[in-house]
């Protein structure tokens, strides 16, 4: 089960429209490397780790990733309060419009929506915990990716946060990757006579 805080995991407090932006973010939430996609991956992994350190692992960043979905949520809400259609069509966000108003839709910048492969659960902790890594480190690229497509400061201090938790998860998830690998990981074939 989960309690919920009824408050950001950072706060979000952003002055100035900017719809672009917005556009760009809002990856973080439905695309391939967002949030959704980590917090539902490790949540639905967890399942399959062989002991509970790795299910409390996989539980305790999957429910922080809930939270940076929060976050996400937020930073777009605030970029297009008080949108005019004439800035959605500036911004290129006509399409989002018609299907969704001015509601969030799990997408990524170019538009393309959320998928359930982006779960990518093989039921093989090496394999997943790999995934997890690789799946850190492209969500800190973005991170950095976004933070480089604005000066604005009120964006960049949650982005910034954002990219430093990608940081310390990507360690994290190392560490249990190296513990299985060296207690389940049977690389060579031979000693896998079924294969
Ligand atoms: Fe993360």
């Known amino acids: 089960m989960w309690a919920y805080k009824k408050q950001l995991q950072y706060p979000i407090n952003i002055r100035n429209k900017d719809l672009k932006m917005a ?3 809002v990856t973080q ?3 391939a490397n967002g949030e959704l996609g980590a917090s539902l991956r490790y949540i639905t992994q967890r ?3 062989p002991d509970n350190k790795g ?3 996989l539980s305790d960043i999957g429910t922080e990733e809930l939270s940076h979905l929060e976050m996400i949520s937020t930073m777009v809400i605030q970029l297009t309060k008080d949108a005019t259609i004439k800035e959605l069509k500036e911004a290129g966000l006509e399409a989002h419009y018609t299907e ?3 509601s969030l839709f799990p997408v990524d910048s170019n538009g393309v929506p959320f998928t359930a492969q982006y779960f990518a659960v093989t039921g093989d902790p090496v394999a997943d915990l790999a995934e997890d890594m690789a799946a850190e480190q492209k ?3 973005t991170y950095e990716h976004l933070m480089s ?3 604005d400061p009120d964006l960049l201090a949650p982005l910034s946060f954002l990219r430093q938790r990608e940081i310390v998860h990507y360690a994290r998830f190392k560490e249990l990757y190296d513990e299985y690998v060296e207690k389940y990981y049977k690389p060579d074939l031979n000693e896998n006579p079924s294969m």
């Open 23 to 25: 556009k760009f973010i």
């Open 29 to 31: 939430f439905g695309g």
């Open 47 to 49: 399942y399959t780790m």
């Open 55 to 57: 299910k409390a692992l």
């Open 100 to 102: 969704h108003g001015f």
């Open 139 to 141: 969500a800190r690229a």
């Open 149 to 151: 497509l604005t000066e």
